[in-house]
């Protein structure tokens, strides 16, 4: 069988045209100072760029006219660049971490796993909280949701944290879960 290899699709990063690459006949111009000189031939607009050792760079190219400025286009595309960059840093990915339970769970490993979802809670992550039930478990679905309540209880008692349920408790085969955040 025949493998086809496909490149994945990188969305286009917007570009910005830049002295002679510009088509419009006629900008809108805004000078150096960052005043609007309003419509302007090309070859003018152009001619006062090279006047002030600078570019002539297209800011809005979708406008009716386009919107063009007289700035260093190297510096611009430095100081977007970064910001970019900064903006990337800024992001913060949230996980979503899995505490597992069981119905026969000890009050030790109950902590454990209490003192671990408050960490979870504490770095910003989301903890989703399963309880599986094996064999002749599966006929107390109950004792499954007493379980997590009680652990849920012990979790909002806390005082460090404000904990809320993201998603309420559901149940899938032989499992039930709920979704919890830290709300700041």
Do not use: W
């Not at 111009?29 to 003018?44: F, Q, Y």
């Not at 152009?46 to 760079?57: F, G, I, R």
């Not at 379980?147 to 032989?174: G, H, P, R, Y």
């Amino acid at each position: 069988m025949r493998r086809i290899h496909r490149r994945p699709k990188i969305e286009p990063e917007k570009t910005f045209r830049a002295n002679r690459r510009i088509t419009a006949p006629i900008v809108s111009l805004i000078d150096e100072e960052g005043v609007s000189r309003g419509p302007t031939p090309l070859e003018e607009a152009l001619a006062l760029a090279e006047a002030a050792e600078l570019d002539l760079v297209e800011v809005n190219p979708k406008s009716d006219m386009p919107i063009c400025k007289i700035m260093d286009f190297g510096q611009f595309k430095y100081e977007r660049d970064k910001k970019i960059q900064k903006q990337k840093a800024n992001t913060k990915k949230t996980d979503t971490k899995t505490i597992r339970l069981s119905i026969r769970i000890g009050e030790h490993d109950l902590d454990v796993r209490l003192t671990k979802a408050k960490s979870f809670l504490l770095k910003g992550d989301k903890v989703k909280v399963e309880v599986r039930l094996k064999g002749r478990e599966r006929q107390h679905p109950q004792a499954a949701v007493e379980t997590i309540n009680k652990f849920l209880a012990k979790l909002q008692a806390s005082e460090d944290l404000n904990v809320t349920v993201e998603e309420n408790l559901t149940k899938q085969e032989n499992s039930f879960n709920i979704l919890l955040a830290n709300k700041k």
